[in-house]
C-alpha cells in the first residue's frame, strides 16, 4: 500500500483543516489506519486512529473534542478534521496503516507510512 497525504497548510489560531490520505496499490480495506504528528525536535506522536469498518475511533488527549477521524473505504482515502486549531498543533502529520492491536497508538503497530503533509498554526 502506497499512502500519499495532502492538505496541510498555514492556518491562523482558531482555523480548521482537512486532511487526506489516499491509498493505491491495493485496498486499504482491512487496514487499521491512523493519524501520528512530529513536531520539530519531538519524536513522532499518535493523534487518531479508526479501524477498519470506522466503526471505532480513537483519539489522543491533546486533540480530543477537535478533531475528527474518518475514512472511505470506497476511495481508499481517511481524513482527519482539525478544528480549533492550537499553535501546539503544528508539526509533519504521516497516515499509516496496519493491523488492529494492543499496541494500535504505537508507531511499531503500522506497516506503511504516508510521506507526511505540514500543519503550521500561527498564533
Known amino acids: 500500500v502506497q499512502l500519499q497525504a495532502s492538505g496541510g497548510g498555514l492556518v491562523q489560531a482558531g482555523g480548521s483543516l482537512r486532511l487526506s490520505c489516499v491509498g493505491s496499490g491495493r485496498t486499504f480495506v482491512g487496514y487499521l489506519m491512523a493519524w501520528f504528528r512530529q513536531a520539530p525536535g519531538e519524536e513522532r506522536e499518535f493523534v487518531a486512529l479508526?479501524?477498519?469498518?470506522?466503526?471505532?475511533?480513537d483519539y489522543a488527549d491533546p486533540v480530543k473534542g477537535r478533531f475528527t477521524i474518518s475514512r472511505d473505504n470506497a476511495r481508499n482515502t481517511v481524513y482527519l478534521q482539525m478544528n480549533s486549531l492550537k499553535p501546539e498543533d503544528t508539526a509533519v502529520y504521516y497516515c499509516?496503516?496496519?493491523?488492529?492491536?494492543?499496541?494500535?497508538?504505537?508507531?511499531?503497530?503500522?506497516?506503511?507510512w504516508g510521506q507526511g503533509t505540514l500543519v503550521t498554526v500561527s498564533s
Open positions: 479508526i479501524n477498519w469498518s470506522g466503526g471505532t475511533t
Open positions: 499509516a496503516a496496519g493491523y488492529w492491536s494492543d499496541s494500535k497508538r504505537l508507531t511499531g503497530t503500522y506497516t506503511y
